[in-house]
């Protein structure tokens, strides 16, 4: 169980929770919503114990399970396979049983032999406790379940993708909170900061099914209102522009029809209030005139202040970005060109002999399975990766603008200013902050370090980096994630219009129908084609 009271939280002087009290426990599936930069990630960082209120308290009872946006590093020398059972001790447990089984075999002494013997058998019977043989096949099936295959679980987290790294952490949480291995009934409750990131289609329905069934409590951001459709059986809506948080015991799809109920007797209360202290006012003026009725016309306009003070505020449309990518600066014909591109980490091979040309105003998709290398493929394109053969060539006149889905463009220690003034350091101040601006940046905010910002605002951000490039050649990777429906609206629509070149990594189809792309590259054969619509089914899955 986790419960909050008098929960307070601020960004700079911001505040984004006032005097709250929140209770969260065994049987709760909550959705926390609310737009980009309401607070969201900040409320789950605190309810997680990672990060303090600026006032009230937080008490924890039980096991918690925490998936921040942002991947944990950890050691990046261990498995993927021992970081996920480490989330029961497993990966030690079985260490020390294969130096214990050593010792028992090479150990001539008799009285050594029995201590490792015996050993043996008390670390023996704890893995059983903990599931054993049993747990690691539940580790297994979770992380299959979520794209990570036996061949990803034995690499070490340094040679994988910042995606498959989360996914990983991800498994972590779920196999901690899975007492199936156990035989047991698991009440963790689960923290969980968008989860579908970097999922395919077929993980993000299994893990649906997986939080919908989960007997412990849930608290879930997210975007995607399958999930929430699906899972929660109740919604916190954060009001940014109240600092309050609406709780409503109910179903994501009765928590829509709910509020849009309770907008419209807002909207019809206050309209009928207004018309009421209107009559009242025009009346005590009338009134006020006259000597003899002047107490009567205070009393009126009193009266009619009241009405209207008494009111619940009607909530205001949301503030959205306005983003426009930039008017492409003049290039040559073929601005970027790649050829017999490999990429290989250790042993293991990405992908081998990519080649392809980027043509003046062309829109490229790159479609594989997670782990096909497509992420790599754009960071040696943006120059943030070597090669291990083959090279990358700048065309004339070649502007890069690169948007990275971990935010790696963004210096997370410099403020929000600082960071943009890097990325535009032609730009005029006063351009720079009307354009910080028309991405919903102002006042303390260009003041705040990028690494407290939430994922929405990060994305903004590095959007904003881009706008101001005047790129001829943009590089995408996933820049639909973290983005509130309006704000994915604006990045579609910004889509649409650009007329320099796109070469777009995503798992998001309406981003592949804004872009109308000419060619698809796929990895890791590196295999090119013309594109048709025969490929958006694998869009999701890829």
């Known amino acids: 169980m986790i419960t909050a009271t008098g929960l307070e939280l601020r960004a700079g002087s911001r505040i984004l929770l006032a005097d709250t009290a929140l209770r969260i426990q065994s049987g709760d599936r909550i959705g926390l919503v609310g737009r980009n930069g309401a607070g969201k990630t900040t409320t789950l960082k605190v309810l997680a114990g990672e990060g303090e209120p600026y006032a009230g308290e937080v008490r924890h009872g039980g096991e918690l399970g925490y998936l921040p946006q942002d991947p944990r590093e950890g050691d990046l020398s261990v498995t993927a396979k021992d970081r996920v059972l480490s989330a029961r001790g497993l990966d030690t447990l079985l260490r020390d049983m294969e130096k214990a089984q050593s010792a028992m075999s090479e150990l001539v002494d008799d009285t050594e032999r029995d201590r490792a013997v015996r050993r043996y058998g008390r670390l023996e019977e704890r893995f059983a406790a903990l599931g054993g043989y049993a747990a690691e096949s539940e580790a297994a099936r979770i992380c299959s379940n979520l794209g990570l295959p036996d061949r990803v679980l034995a690499q070490t987290l340094g040679t994988l993708s910042g995606g498959q790294r989360r996914r990983v952490e991800l498994a972590r949480i779920l196999f901690a909170a899975s007492e199936a291995g156990a035989g047991g009934k698991s009440d963790t409750i689960l923290l969980l900061d968008e989860p579908t990131n970097h999922l395919d289609a077929d993980s993000i329905t299994w893990l649906r099914g997986f939080l919908k069934a989960h007997e412990g409590g849930l ?5 995607d209102v399958e999930l929430l459709a ?55 003026a009338k009134l006020g005139a006259k000597a003899t009725k002047a107490v009567a016309a205070k009393n009126m306009a009193r009266r009619a202040e009241q009405m209207l003070a008494n009111l619940d505020e009607t909530r205001q449309a949301d503030k959205v970005a306005h983003i426009k990518f930039p008017a492409p600066a003049p290039c040559g014909r073929t601005p970027l060109t790649a050829e017999g591109l490999s990429k290989s980490y250790g042993s293991l091979e990405i992908f081998t002999g990519v080649d392809l040309a980027i043509d003046r105003g062309s829109k490229v998709v790159v479609l594989g399975l997670n782990g096909a290398g497509k992420t790599t493929l754009l960071r040696l394109l943006g120059g943030m990766e070597t090669a291990d053969t083959g090279a990358v060539e700048a065309g004339h006149g070649l502007r890069l603008g690169y948007y990275a889905q971990e935010h790696e463009t963004l210096d997370h220690d410099a403020t929000v200013w600082e960071n943009i003034r890097h990325l535009a350091p032609d730009t005029g101040a006063q351009e720079l902050r009307n354009l910080l601006g028309s991405f ?43 983005l509130d429906p309006a704000s994915r609206e604006q990045v579609l629509s910004a889509l649409r219009s650009y007329t320099g070149a796109v070469v777009l990594v995503t798992h998001d189809p309406g981003a592949v129908e804004a872009l109308e792309p000419e060619r698809v590259i796929l990895l890791p054969d590196g295999t090119e084609d013309h594109w048709s619509a025969d490929y958006l089914d694998l869009v999701q899955l890829a």
């Open 230 to 284: 699906e899972v929660v059986n109740k919604v916190w809506f954060l009001d940014a522009t109240r600092g309050e948080l609406d709780h409503y015991n109910m179903t994501w799809k009765r928590y829509q029809e709910a509020r849009a109920t309770d907008e419209k007797r807002r909207r019809r209360e206050r309209a009928n209030a207004e018309k009421k202290a209107a009559a009242l006012q025009q009346q005590a």
């Open 440 to 482: 919903l940046f102002s006042g303390e905010q260009l003041d705040q370090t990028a690494g407290t910002l939430s994922g929405g605002e990060k994305t903004r951000l590095a959007l904003a980096g881009l706008v101001s490039s005047a790129a001829n050649v943009l590089l995408l990777d996933e820049p639909t994630n973290n």
């Open 219 to 223: 608290v879930v951001i997210s975007h």
